[in-house]
């Protein structure tokens, strides 16, 4: 079993930036994929990126070049560094661990099994 716990949202201006992170508990975390979501009010969650058990990442287009996903597996965190960012970034922000080591193209909800409460972002123009 993993749990997982997000930090790091606020409120910040339009160009602004922010880190997010995600603490993991359970010795399966380096094992897994994960990724992070977004929900923003009235909208569908959807994926935003992922990482691999190797390392591997992949992003939505819509934040490609803008967010940056990495973990650190000694310290069981995986984090996103939120850059440029823009007022439709505005969400709540989950991170979340497939029950598997692959990422693919596997970006919807329900394949992840391991989901954080969530940390919320907000951006103003």
């Known amino acids: 079993q993993v749990q997982l716990a997000e930090s790091g949202g606020g409120s910040v201006q339009a160009g602004g930036s922010l880190r997010l992170s995600c603490a993991a508990s359970?010795?399966?975390?380096?094992?897994?994929?994960m990724g992070w979501f977004r929900q923003a009010p009235g909208k569908e969650r959807e994926w935003v990126a992922g990482?691999?058990?190797?390392?591997?990442?992949s992003y939505a287009e819509s934040v490609k070049g803008r967010f940056t996903i990495s973990r650190d597996n000694a310290e069981n965190t995986l984090y996103l560094q939120l850059n440029s960012l823009k007022p439709d970034d505005t969400a709540m922000y989950y991170c979340?661990?497939?029950?598997?080591?692959?990422?693919?193209?596997?970006?919807?909800?329900?394949?992840?099994?391991?989901w954080g409460p969530g940390t919320q972002v907000t951006v103003s123009s």
């Open positions: 979340a661990g497939r029950g598997s080591g692959y990422c693919g193209a596997f970006r919807a909800s329900q394949f992840f099994k391991y």
């Open positions: 359970g010795s399966t975390y380096t094992n897994l994929c």
């Open positions: 990482i691999d058990s190797d390392g591997t990442t």
